[in-house]
């Protein structure tokens, strides 16, 4: 056999012609591991994972109910074992028309957000009970009703 019967068809025509080949995008060789003719799976690459890269799975706070008061309306998320979470793993932001209320506990991070409340507020607070947070909104125009917590279009 001479040299030129060694190449393929393929490979005559791709050298031939080069980039304008028929057969050019065949003609892309892979740089993956060499096979080893064995069909069990092979581990190609192993890293170190860091705690700090793992992600906190994220919840929403499960059931809740409000109170409407003169100067404030109130929000009760209901959380077993509430009292007995850090202070610093609890965050909570406010704006004239939202609230985001953040708890950290173990591994889950537990959220709460209205990101349109029905009126105006000026702040918001928390406080932890045994048995749930208590979310205080401070009303902008005291005594006017709020006939729902989220705005409604």
């Not at 012609?17 to 995008?25: F, H, I, L, V």
């Not at 919840?59 to 959380?79: N, Q, R, T, Y």
């Amino acid at each position: 056999m001479s040299t030129e019967e060694k190449v393929s068809a393929l490979q005559e025509n791709i050298s031939r012609k080069g980039n304008n080949s028929y057969y050019y995008a065949h003609g892309a060789k892979i740089d993956g591991p060499a096979w080893d003719g064995k069909e069990e799976p092979r581990l190609l690459k192993s890293s170190v994972i860091s705690s700090e890269s793992t992600k906190k799975m994220v919840s929403a706070f499960e059931s809740f109910s409000w109170l409407d008061g003169s100067k404030s309306v109130k929000i009760f998320i209901d959380f077993e074992s509430a009292s007995s979470v850090d202070d610093d793993k609890i965050t909570l932001k406010s704006t004239e028309k939202s609230i985001e209320f953040k708890a950290i506990v173990g591994d889950k991070e537990h959220v709460f957000i209205i990101s349109q409340l029905h009126k105006s507020i000026s702040g918001a607070t928390y406080k932890k009970k045994s048995d749930k947070f208590v979310l205080i909104l401070k009303k902008v125009e005291e005594e006017e009703d709020w006939i729902n917590l989220k705005e409604t279009s």
